[in-house]
T-cell receptor
Framework: DQQVKQNSPSLSVQEGRISILNCDYT??????FLWYKKYPAEGPTFLISISSIKDKNEDGRFTVFLNKSAKHLSLHIVPSQPGDSAVYFC?????????????FGQGTTLQVKP | EAGVTQSPTHLIKTRGQQATLRCSPISGHTSVYWYQQALGLGLQFLLW???????NRGNFPPRFSGRQFPNYSSELNVNALELEDSALYLCASSSLDRSYGYTFGSGTRLTVV
């Protein structure tokens, strides 16, 4: 049972344009969502997070949007840069359950072309 | 500040053997998490340790086990290795409230032949 899904395995955008990475979840008890970026041979790096009490969180070029009714979140990168080329994972947690568990999606490989 | 460190970077074992993977969390972090990333798959939750105790485990067989030491470092042991155990094993640490997410190490690439 894949509770967090990233349905697009890959995305290619031109440098300077917007990258939009999408993530869907099924568990309505999730209340905290995170995005991680992963380069080959490195561990995932935390990018940005959002609590379920918000619908938007912004940090520089990165903005995460949360639509609770649709159980959907997205990461916008504007403007995209070649250094953004990596695998992006969304993750969700049920904070109040204190399971210590982040549920990750399968990842989306972003390629930003110069 | 040193990040999460994992050793070894690469490990090659024969089917049926045991593998031991090590993780040192960020100073001050008491929680350590282990994840498996098999080829083509996302990160699958394995184990969570906090204050020396196993707090939760994912849907993995008992031959995946571990422990957390008094200095909060952790070991992951995989017994009776199978070919499908070949994967990248990632360790992460966090403070108890996890408000800033997890900090991951670079992982141990385990290859079972």
């Amino acid at each position: 049972d894949q509770q967090v899904k990233q349905n697009s395995p890959s995305l290619s955008v031109q440098e300077g344009r917007i990258s939009i990475l999408n993530c869907d979840y099924t568990n309505s008890m999730f209340d905290y969502f995170l995005w991680y970026k992963k380069y080959p041979a490195e561990g995932p790096t935390f990018l940005i997070s959002i609590s379920s009490i918000k619908d938007k969180n912004e940090d520089g070029r990165f903005t995460v949007f949360l639509n609770k009714s649709a159980k959907h979140l997205s990461l916008h990168i504007v403007p995209s840069q070649p250094g953004d080329s990596a695998v992006y994972f969304c993750a969700a947690s049920h904070g109040s359950s204190n399971t210590g568990k982040l549920i990750f999606g399968q990842g989306t490989t972003l390629q930003v072309k110069p | 500040e040193a990040g999460v460190t994992q050793s070894p970077t690469h490990l090659i074992k024969t089917r049926g053997q045991q593998a031991t993977l090590r993780c040192s969390p960020i100073s001050g972090h008491t929680s350590v998490y282990w994840y498996q990333q098999a080829l083509g798959l996302g990160l699958q939750f394995l184990l969570w340790y906090d204050e020396g105790e196993e707090r939760n485990r994912g849907n993995f067989p008992p031959r995946f086990s571990g422990r957390q030491f008094p200095n909060y470092s952790s070991e992951l042991n995989v017994n009776a290795l199978e070919l499908e155990d070949s994967a990248l094993y990632l360790c992460a640490s966090s403070s108890l409230d996890r408000s800033y997410g997890y900090t991951f190490g670079s992982g141990t690439r385990l290859t079972v032949v």
